[in-house]
Every structure is written in C-alpha cells, then in structure tokens.
C-alpha cells in the first residue's frame, strides 16, 4: 500500500509593517509570540527526528523567512532532510506554496503570476532545485489558477476530493485534468478524506501508530496501487496535539516498515506511475469552507457573524488597485514590463541579486543612486500590497484580531509608500469602505487601523 502524508506548516505574517517586529503574543506563553512557541513544540523536534526527509511538506515562504534568523539551525536540518531525497531520487517531497497565502481564485490575474513566481523562486532559493508540485493557500482553485502553475512549470497540486468531479472510478488516487489553451494536462492528488480528518481532527485515531496503521489497512489495504494521501496542517504534530511528532516519526519509520506500508510522495510516486484516470475541476472550491471561497471575502455560514469581511475586502480591492496604477504608470517610463519587475523582485527581497543589477537586466541601462531608491520605495510598496491580501486576515469570525488588522496596515503602509515615492495622493473616498469594517465586540473599526498605521509611518520617517 501506498501511502503518502503531507503537513502543511504555515503562520500568518505577525511583522508589523513599520518597526518589521513582532509584538509579544498574549496565549503564547512562556514563549514570546506564537512563531517562537510552534518553533519549540513543532518545527524543531519533526526536524530534530527526521520527518522532513519522509513526509510530503510545503513550508509558508515568509514562515521560512522568519525562521531562517530565529532558527537557521532547523531550516538547515529541514533543508538537508529534502534535498538528500532530491540527490536520491531526482526529485524532492518539498512542495512550493504561493508566497503571501493569499486565496487566489480571489486574486488578480498578474497577483497569481507574482504569487506563484515568488514561492517558486523562494523554494528554489532555500532548496537548492526547482519544485514540481506547490500547495494553494487553503487550497483555493479555480481554473485560472491551475494555468498559471501550469505556465510557471508546476506539475502539479494536492486538493481535497469534492474539488473535483472524476470521470470513472479512480484506481490510484491521482487524476489529470485538462486545461485550455493548448497546455498539458495537469496532476491532481486528491487527499483521502477520511483518514485527514482522523488525523485533523479525531485525536485518539492518533495516539497509537500500530492502531492507526491497522485500521488504514483494513479499509484500504485491497488497493495496493492507490496512493493514499493524508493531508493536515503540519502544526498538527506537535502543537495542536501534543507527542504527535512522535506518532508520524513512529508512523514514518519502524511503525510504516512493521505493516508493510510504501513510504512516497507525489513526485516520487510520478516516477513510476502514469495517471490515467481524468476529472473536472470544481471552481472556486477550498478545503477548509464548505461555500467554497466565501469565507475569504463575506460573510458564510462557516463565519455567520463576520459582516466586517465584505467591505474588507471591497476596501482592500479598491486600495490595492490605486497602488497598482501609480506603480504602472510611474514604471512604465523606466520599464518595458513594470509585471515583470515586480515578479523578480522576490530575488532582491531574498538577497540573491541587488536591486541595480535587475534593474540592469531587465533595461540594460545604468542607474543613478536616487531613481535606484525611487524604484526600491514602489517595489516595497509593492510587496506591502501582497501582503494585505494575506487569506489569515480573513479566516476569523473577529475583526480585533492581529491578522485582519496587520491586512490593513500592511495596505496602509503600501499606500503611505506610494504617496512618499510619488507625491501622489490617494483619494479619500477610496478609503470609505474601511469605516464599515467594525469589531462587533469592541467596536474597533478598520480606518482606525489605517490611519493609526499611516500615522507611525510618517512619525518614523521624521525620527529618522
């Protein structure tokens, strides 16, 4: 039997945008924010015993980020754990993830190019190769998004089974769906619905390996080419549940080896399999909301009381777009294609080129220091932009909460550095929609959160 787990590890961006610190966490105890205290309970010890070189993962890019100042010694262990089954096989059980983890059947068009570009440039900066698979954002999808990981060279993506509608009864548990505009078919894994949520979120299905073993065979041991692929959140092991860091070492090891069970992942397991079966995509379909996409942008009935989303998300919509034309029309000038500056930009941000040399490249001219500062002030702005779009800012039911409010200071600021770049201001009526976004519970109201953002802003520019 073939059997394959993925962890998704992944934590909201808790940087505030001005000082880029994180502020101490009440609940995270004895640790000083959550970031540090999965750190210790799970990042560490599944890197400690070794979990990283069996499972399938993807790891969130600005979670890794953080993590290679806070902990380089864990991101090195997690490295080397991938690319010795890259150096092995030929192809590694990491899986890039869209960089911000914002939902992008929401996004536009060019976000998903940026979104998609810079989480494969940031897997292949940390991991040393290219990836072939990439893990969406709760895994939002529409057909839309498949093609642009498609263009981008993905070969594939790991989505829950009612995302898709299959065309026979499947035979190994990975399908093929076809995509227009003369592209190749592209690979869905679907996940085995019933042994996730054993995993998720029945914690005694996880206190015994042996059991759990035990019962994977008994229902589906008579399919001995189907993959069967458990997917969770990879703080599951050992932070959610404590100790089940340990089961899923047992599980990949001497517990997996013991019930005859073949340890793959989904690139592996494409080195010796062709899928054959096909499907349909279900558009605009997640794992985590059962109205598909909607508890990213309103109200649904997963967040009934969450009235505040939908001006949220008008109102990030309407900043996002205003950002995005100054940037285009004040680039345009310098830029055959301001996109493209914008989507290799993540190699600056990553420090794998400077910013004059991909200005260099990409108009094969020189620069003086002040238009260098000029475009690095509109790139930031750019990557702020992003930022705001960030799906933990909408998965609560509660606005007065760090990750709805960071969405807009991180739009706050994005605008602040449009407006210092530029001269340009941004029209206050643009900004009207932030007045409905109110905490039923404190009475917080999102304005407040931009105007306090941009306020910080400006008083850190005269300090310096």
């Given at each position: 039997m073939?059997l394959?787990?993925?962890?998704?590890?992944?934590?909201?961006?808790r940087e505030?945008?001005?000082?880029?610190?994180i502020?101490?966490?009440?609940?995270?105890?004895p640790?000083?924010n959550w970031?540090?205290?999965i750190?210790a309970?799970?990042?560490?010890?599944?890197?400690?015993e070794?979990?990283?070189?069996?499972m399938?993962?993807?790891?969130?890019p600005?979670?890794f980020?953080?993590?290679?100042?806070?902990?380089?010694?864990?991101?090195?262990?997690?490295?080397?754990?991938?690319r010795e089954n890259?150096?092995?096989?030929?192809?590694?059980n990491?899986?890039?993830q869209?960089y911000n983890h914002?939902?992008?059947?929401l996004?536009?068009?060019?976000?998903?190019?940026?979104?998609?570009?810079?989480?494969?440039?940031?897997f292949?900066?940390?991991f040393g190769h290219?990836?072939?698979?990439?893990?969406?954002?709760e895994?939002?999808v529409?057909?839309?998004?498949?093609?642009v990981?498609?263009d981008?060279?993905?070969k594939?993506t790991?989505?829950?089974p009612?995302?898709?509608?299959?065309?026979?009864?499947?035979?190994?548990?990975?399908?093929?769906i076809?995509?227009?505009?003369?592209?190749?078919?592209?690979?869905?894994f679907?996940?085995?619905q019933e042994f996730?949520t054993?995993v998720?979120?029945v914690p005694?299905m996880t206190?015994?390996?042996d059991?759990?073993?035990?019962?994977?065979?008994?229902?589906?041991?008579y399919l001995?080419?189907?993959?069967v692929?458990?997917a969770?959140d990879?703080?599951l092991?050992g932070?959610?549940q404590?100790q089940?860091?340990?089961?899923?070492?047992y599980?990949?090891?001497?517990?997996?080896q013991?019930?005859g069970v073949d340890?793959?992942?989904?690139?592996?397991?494409?080195?010796?399999h062709?899928?054959e079966d096909s499907a349909?995509?279900?558009?605009?379909t997640?794992w985590?909301?059962?109205h598909?996409?909607?508890?990213?942008?309103?109200a649904c009935?997963?967040?009934?009381?969450?009235?505040?989303?939908?001006?949220?998300?008008?109102?990030?919509?309407v900043?996002g777009?205003w950002?995005?034309q100054v940037?285009y029309?004040?680039m345009i000038n310098?830029?055959?294609?301001?996109?493209?500056?914008r989507?290799?930009y993540i190699?600056?941000v990553t420090?794998?080129?400077?910013?004059?040399?991909l200005?260099?490249?990409l108009?094969?001219?020189?620069?003086k220091?002040?238009d260098l500062?000029?475009?690095?002030i509109?790139l930031?702005a750019q990557y702020?932009?992003?930022r705001?779009?960030?799906?933990?800012?909408?998965?609560?039911?509660?606005f007065h909460r760090?990750?709805?409010?960071?969405?807009?200071?991180?739009?706050?600021?994005?605008?602040?550095?449009?407006?210092?770049?530029?001269g340009?201001?941004?029209?206050?009526s643009?900004?009207d929609?932030?007045?409905m976004?109110?905490?039923?519970?404190t009475?917080?109201r999102?304005?407040t959160?931009y105007?306090?953002?941009?306020l910080?802003a400006?008083?850190?520019?005269k300090?310096?």
């Amino acid at each position: 039997m073939n059997l394959c787990i993925h962890g998704h590890f992944y934590q909201p961006p808790r940087e505030d945008p001005i000082s880029d610190y994180i502020p101490d966490e009440t609940g995270a105890e004895p640790y000083r924010n959550w970031n540090e205290r999965i750190l210790a309970e799970c990042y560490r010890p599944n890197a400690e015993e070794g979990n990283f070189g069996k499972m399938s993962f993807n790891i969130g890019p600005t979670l890794f980020h953080w993590m290679q100042m806070a902990a380089p010694d864990v991101c090195e262990m997690i490295i080397k754990q991938e690319r010795e089954n890259f150096n092995t096989y030929g192809t590694g059980n990491g899986m890039a993830q869209a960089y911000n983890h914002s939902i992008l059947p929401l996004a536009t068009l060019e976000d998903k190019i940026t979104q998609v570009r810079w989480g494969i440039s940031d897997f292949k900066f940390r991991f040393g190769h290219a990836p072939e698979g990439m893990w969406l954002p709760e895994t939002a999808v529409n057909t839309e998004t498949l093609c642009v990981l498609s263009d981008c060279g993905i070969k594939f993506t790991i989505l829950a089974p009612w995302q898709i509608i299959p065309h026979c009864k499947n035979k190994t548990g990975a399908y093929f769906i076809e995509l227009p505009g003369g592209r190749e078919s592209f690979t869905i894994f679907s996940y085995d619905q019933e042994f996730s949520t054993m995993v998720s979120f029945v914690p005694e299905m996880t206190v015994n390996g042996d059991h759990f073993l035990e019962v994977l065979k008994e229902k589906r041991g008579y399919l001995p080419d189907h993959l069967v692929t458990v997917a969770s959140d990879g703080e599951l092991y050992g932070h959610h549940q404590k100790q089940r860091d340990l089961f899923l070492r047992y599980l990949l090891n001497e517990g997996g080896q013991a019930h005859g069970v073949d340890w793959t992942y989904p690139g592996l397991w494409l080195k010796d399999h062709t899928v054959e079966d096909s499907a349909d995509l279900v558009e605009n379909t997640s794992w985590s909301c059962l109205h598909g996409i909607d508890r990213w942008r309103a109200a649904c009935g997963c967040t009934a009381w969450a009235d505040w989303k939908l001006p949220l998300r008008n109102a990030l919509n309407v900043i996002g777009d205003w950002v995005n034309q100054v940037y285009y029309s004040q680039m345009i000038n310098h830029f055959p294609n301001p996109w493209e500056l914008r989507n290799r930009y993540i190699d600056v941000v990553t420090k794998q080129i400077s910013l004059e040399d991909l200005c260099k490249k990409l108009t094969r001219q020189t620069w003086k220091e002040n238009d260098l500062k000029f475009v690095q002030i509109m790139l930031k702005a750019q990557y702020e932009r992003q930022r705001s779009f960030t799906s933990c800012g909408f998965f609560f039911d509660e606005f007065h909460r760090i990750e709805p409010q960071n969405n807009i200071a991180y739009a706050a600021n994005a605008v602040w550095l449009t407006e210092q770049a530029t001269g340009k201001k941004i029209d206050p009526s643009i900004l009207d929609g932030l007045k409905m976004v109110r905490s039923q519970r404190t009475g917080l109201r999102g304005d407040t959160i931009y105007d306090q953002t941009k306020l910080r802003a400006n008083a850190e520019a005269k300090a310096i």
